[in-house]
């Protein structure tokens, strides 16, 4: 068993060597590399997190009533934590999961795919009170449905997210435009904007962790890295234009 357990720690080593020399030389890591890495770290910190959700469970349920308040208040925020955590995990394994998966084009119905990504958010489009606008009679593209529908997924999130308006209408917008190889899949939004001193690195992994000095809590920073590996996998790119106070607008090529 000790083996195994130091095997962990030796792993982690070896990758983080990596990504420095890598960082170092100019060069991304290789999508292999980030899998390996990510799944690493991923089974590394099941196992202790599990136990103090376990352990903390454990004393909430037979050890509460003997807790003043203070120490009911600190195990309430360890569980809250630890939920966290646990769902920053099942991100993380998302991830790997779809950084790992084989690209498979087919004809997918943009309209379609659009539809699931508005449900999927409806509760932050209702909650915000958020106008969404997507044109009728969108396309059908020759994608991988399921990282089109992801990558879209992270970029309507974020958009909704940062289309904050206290005094006026939010509203986020689906475009799609022919281009001369592909088509150009636009998500607007009339919020916060990006700092120009960041909106180039909102890509780089834990470059969305930037926007937290504009607006705290806006998730875990690899969500539009994700978007744009997904979209890159399929021979496309992202890219994002951004104004402070004026909104962002994030756009998916997608060749033919």
Do not use: W
Request: aromatic share 6%.
């Amino acid at each position: 068993m000790s083996t195994l357990v130091a095997a962990g720690p030796a792993r982690r080593r070896c990758f983080i060597a990596t990504a420095r020399e890598s960082s170092a030389a100019g060069q991304p890591l290789t999508t292999e590399e980030l899998t390996k890495f990510f799944s690493i770290l991923s089974h590394d910190l099941k196992s202790p997190i599990f136990a103090v959700d376990g352990f903390s469970e454990l004393l909430i349920s037979d050890y509460s009533d003997k807790l003043d308040e203070d120490g009911q208040d600190f195990l309430r925020r360890i569980r809250t934590s630890v939920q966290h955590m646990k769902k920053v995990l099942d991100d993380m394994s998302h991830m790997v999961k779809m950084l790992a998966r084989d690209t498979v084009k087919r004809p997918a119905p943009l309209g379609e795919i659009v539809q699931e990504v508005l449900l999927k958010h409806n509760f932050m489009i209702e909650e915000g009170g958020v106008r969404v606008d997507v044109p009728a009679n969108l396309p059908t593209l020759n994608v991988d449905p399921e990282k089109m529908r992801e990558a879209l997924s992270v970029i309507v999130a974020n958009a909704l997210f940062f289309t904050d308006r206290p005094n006026g209408e939010r509203t986020v917008a689906i475009e799609c435009t022919r281009t001369g190889d592909g088509h150009r899949i636009c998500v607007l939004d009339n919020g916060v904007g990006i700092d120009p001193r960041y909106v180039q690195q909102v890509f780089d992994l834990g470059g969305v962790s930037k926007l937290d000095k504009q607006r705290p809590g806006s998730g875990p920073g690899y969500g539009l890295y994700l978007a744009k590996r997904l979209i890159e996998s399929q021979g496309g790119s992202v890219t994002v234009e951004s104004k402070p106070g004026e909104g962002s607008t994030f756009c998916l090529k997608v060749p033919s």
